[in-house]
C-alpha cells in the first residue's frame, strides 16, 4: 500500500447497554446477529462485545465512558423485505417494525433497542 495515500474502512459503532440478558435478546435472539467475542477485566466487571450479521460489525458496551446511550446508526441491507417480514415473523414483543419509504429515495425499518438506540436499517430505491 502506497504511503502517500490514506484508505478509510467501515467505521465499527458502539452503542451503550445496560443489561446483557436483554441485549442478547434483541441483538442475537431478534435482529439474528452472532457474538464473534466478549470481554470483560473480571468476571464482575462490565461488558464489551463485538456481534456481527454478514459484514455488519458493531461493539456493545456496558462501559458508561465507551459511548452515551439513545445512539443512532444505519445499516444498508439488501432484500429489505426479506428481513422485514423475518423480524415480524418472530412477534417479538417490543417491536413490531414496519417499512417506510422515504423522501430520500430510501426504504427504511427503524428498530430501537431496549437501550433507547435507534438502528434504521435501510435499502436504496433505484430510479
Known amino acids: 500500500m502506497s504511503k502517500s495515500k490514506i484508505t478509510m474502512k467501515s467505521p465499527t459503532p458502539i452503542l451503550r447497554i445496560f443489561d446483557e440478558v436483554k441485549a442478547k435478546e434483541f441483538y442475537i ?6 457474538i464473534d467475542w466478549e470481554h470483560r477485566f473480571e468476571d464482575d466487571l462490565p461488558l464489551y462485545m463485538q456481534i456481527s450479521f454478514s459484514d455488519c460489525i458493531i461493539h456493545l458496551s456496558e462501559h458508561h465512558g465507551d459511548c452515551s446511550p439513545g445512539g443512532a446508526i444505519r445499516i444498508e ?28 429515495n430510501t426504504r427504511e425499518v427503524r428498530i430501537g433497542d431496549p437501550f433507547g438506540n435507534r438502528i434504521v436499517f435501510y435499502e436504496n430505491i433505484e430510479g
Not at 77 to 97: F, G, I
Request: charged letters at 30%.
Open 77 to 104: 441491507v439488501e432484500n429489505l423485505e426479506l428481513l422485514h417480514s423475518k423480524l415480524l415473523s418472530k412477534n417479538y414483543k417490543y417491536a413490531r417494525p414496519g417499512i417506510e419509504k422515504t423522501p430520500w
Open 29 to 34: 435472539t431478534f435482529l439474528e446477529f452472532e
